[in-house]
């Protein structure tokens, strides 16, 4: 019996390159892409955040 085994290579979104065998690896990247863009839009909301406590104090 022959097996194929496809692998593979995924860059998610932090830039970081993961390789495994369909379809584990695409659910992790996908896991993956999905935290980077959280921790992104949480860092941003922070950095405004920041800068309108800054303005405020400012006024």
Known sequence: MVMKITIFFCISATG????????????LCEKLDSFGTNKKKIQDEL???RTDIIAQMLV
């Open 16 to 27: 970081q390159i993961y390789a495994g065998i369909l379809p584990i690896t695409l659910r």
């Open 47 to 49: 950095q405004w955040k």
